[in-house]
């Protein structure tokens, strides 16, 4: 029997893979820059829809706040971590979905369990911090060369997002930032462990 590798590029649109592979990414991005037009152009104010630590009504921020932003330079100051990070977890790796997803639920559910009472926290920092911290970590885990010789230069680029986990500027939510972070590096442990089995393992 032989075996066959997958095509370089789509066998349908003639497409580059990797490019495949980055268009979720923009599509998350697109949607924080749908809901932040609507809440500058509309009423409908959607900034309240955020995380509410302890608050049964701000359960649901758990999910939204990533797409909610306190203005278009907080929305922008979070795209190109979005677009880069993104990026590199989309095409160094084969879980954007699912690193996504546990950063989301995980650090969300981290901050409205443990956030500052009475605040509404909003944006998608934590997600970019939860990317960062996936890829650093990632490519040891997993002991694959590529993943960690990316996780060595998002250290070395991103390394000042470290400040941002400290109480040092009022009205940041350092706490969504550490817990995204933080849910980064337990998927990164997660998926790395399993994706360093064999694949008759997996099975």
Partial sequence: MTTARRPARSTTTGVPSWLHRLVPVLVL?????????????????????????????????????????????????????LLVLGGLVATTTRHLWVVTAGVVLLGGAAVWLLGAPRTVVI?????????????????????RVAPALVGVLVAVLYGGLLWG??????????????????????????????????ASARR
């Fill in 165 to 198: 986990v400290l109480p040092l500027q009022p009205g940041i939510s350092w706490q969504g930032h550490l817990f995204g972070g933080a849910a980064g590096v337990m998927m990164a442990v997660v998926l790395g462990r399993r994706d360093r089995r064999p």
């Fill in 123 to 143: 944006g998608a920092s934590g997600v970019v911090y939860g990317y960062a911290a996936f890829l650093v970590v990632y490519g040891f885990v997993s002991r």
């Fill in 29 to 81: 991005v697109g949607l924080m820059w749908v809901s932040e037009l609507l809440d500058l152009l509309t009423p409908l104010q959607l900034d309240a829809y955020g995380i509410r630590p302890r608050e049964a009504d701000g359960l649901v921020g758990i999910v939204l706040s990533p797409f909610l932003h306190l203005g278009l330079p907080h929305l922008v100051a979070n795209t190109s971590g």
